[in-house]
């Protein structure tokens, strides 16, 4: 009787053993998780509308993977804005603070939607070049020519996907931004006097005039 009290004793040791050794620990599957949903992401011919169709925890969990560790090694910014709106390159001969880069995009997407996203890209590149056409290149950081890059941009928004969208979008944007703080306290401004050029304005045109106007009258702020 003792004895086979005792074998089952062993046994329920040895099973027990066998038990925490297969178990895996909560961190470890976390990781092979956010793995997991990187790599389904990324590896997607449409990786934007693939990201999208995730939940928003698990959208989180890409986020976090693409900013701490930066995107897969066989992965380009041109893989994943494949079939979107794509933004122009940084002026070689001026600034342009508008180029929206993967981590911005993706936190878009997850607080607005991809496809507001995209149409707020597409209007980042239009108020850039735009800017670099009508302004010195001098001017184009932290002068009048910033000034109303940032209002036209955020004018376009406002007139194409509404006003609470582009707030949103612009935000997102300044958030992510390494800037100093009074660049963006200036930029934050800016931004805002855009949307409300772009609320009262009947054309993308005549937005496009109120902010050129506010840049050189002063109405909108720079830093130089």
């Not at 390159?89 to 993706?106: H, I, K, R, T």
């Not at 509404?162 to 009074?182: D, R, T, V, W």
Request: with cysteine; proline share 2%; hydrophobic share 40%.
């Amino acid at each position: 009787m003792r004895v086979s009290r005792l074998v089952r004793s062993a046994a329920g040791v040895v099973a027990a053993a066998a038990l925490v050794f297969t178990v895996v620990s909560p961190a470890a599957a976390a990781d092979d998780d956010q793995q997991q949903l990187v790599e389904e992401v990324f590896a997607s011919d449409v990786p934007l509308e693939t990201f999208d169709a995730l939940s928003y925890d698990e959208q989180s969990l890409v986020i976090d993977a693409v900013t701490r560790d930066g995107l897969p090694a066989d992965v380009t910014e041109a893989d994943v804005f494949v079939g979107e709106s794509t933004s122009v390159q940084p002026f070689a001969s001026g600034y342009n603070d508008l180029v929206m880069n993967v981590v911005e995009m993706l936190a878009c997407v997850q607080f607005v939607d991809l496809v507001s996203c995209n149409i707020a890209k597409g209007n980042a590149d239009t108020a850039a070049a735009d800017a670099a056409n009508r302004f010195s290149s001098t001017s184009l950081h932290n002068g009048k020519g910033d000034a109303y890059r940032h209002c036209y941009w955020n004018a376009l928004m406002t007139r194409h996907i509404g006003a609470n969208a582009a707030m949103k979008i612009a935000a997102n944007h300044e958030s992510l931004s390494s800037g100093p703080a009074k660049e963006k306290t200036m930029d934050t401004y800016n931004n805002a006097k855009g949307r409300t050029a772009g609320s009262n304005a009947s054309s993308d045109s005549a937005a496009r005039s109120t902010c050129y106007t506010w840049a050189n009258n002063g109405t909108l702020r720079t830093l130089k």
